[in-house]
């Protein structure tokens, strides 16, 4: 830890934090949002509950993600947790298998619940919300959305990124 001259702690840098990031292994999730007939989304780790009671999670989206101002413009998202089989649709949507953009949605089944926000069919669970609050927080925006649908399934396995690779629980078989 460095410290600025009046004694206060600075932070560390952007490749430290990156590092330390890289061992924080998270459930891997598409975020979704459509308006006019428009879908866009992403893949993210970034999102958690908040509570049950009401029904609130939180997501963080870079303000430069193609999605990022689709989302905030349709006051909904939707937060498919994917299966570990999906790890095809996590790459596409973050544009890691060198397809276009406009490719996003022809991989998977797409379906929609209240909101209209796209939702991946055989994902581990769709959580549809409306946008409740948005929180600027340097690069990022922090949506928080109450949860005003969902549809789950209880028989497949989480895909997770952690180590910097995609990867499933290791005592689950797939
Ligand atoms: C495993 C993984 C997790 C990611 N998590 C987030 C996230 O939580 N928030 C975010 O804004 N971007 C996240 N990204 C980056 C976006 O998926 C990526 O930048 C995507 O290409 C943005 O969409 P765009 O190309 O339309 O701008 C993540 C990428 C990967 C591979």
Redesign the pocket.
């Known amino acids: 830890m460095t410290e600025t001259q009046n004694g206060a702690p600075d932070a560390v840098s952007e490749e430290q934090y990156t590092f330390g990031m890289r061992q924080l292994a998270a459930a891997?999730n598409i975020i979704t949002a459509a308006k006019n007939g428009t879908r866009?989304g992403?893949?993210?780790?970034?999102?958690c509950s908040i509570s049950a009671d009401p029904p609130q999670l939180l997501?963080?989206?870079?303000a430069?993600?193609?999605?990022?101002d689709l989302i905030r413009d349709a006051g909904s998202f939707c937060l498919n947790v994917l299966a570990r089989e999906q790890e095809d649709v996590?790459?596409r949507?973050?544009?890691?298998d060198g397809a276009d953009?406009s490719e996003r949605y022809d991989l998977g089944d797409w379906t929609e619940l209240t909101t209209g926000a796209p939702v991946l069919q055989n994902a581990l669970a769709n959580f549809d919300c409306e946008i409740v609050q948005q929180i600027t927080a340097g690069t990022?925006s922090i949506f928080i959305g109450k949860v005003v649908d969902i549809q789950t399934r209880d028989d497949g396995h989480s895909l997770i990124?952690g180590e910097g690779q995609?990867t499933g629980i290791s005592n689950q078989s797939d």
């Open positions: 891997v866009n992403l893949t993210a780790t970034a999102a997501i963080c989206v870079n430069e993600a193609g999605a990022h996590a790459k949507f973050a544009s890691m953009r990022h990124f995609f």
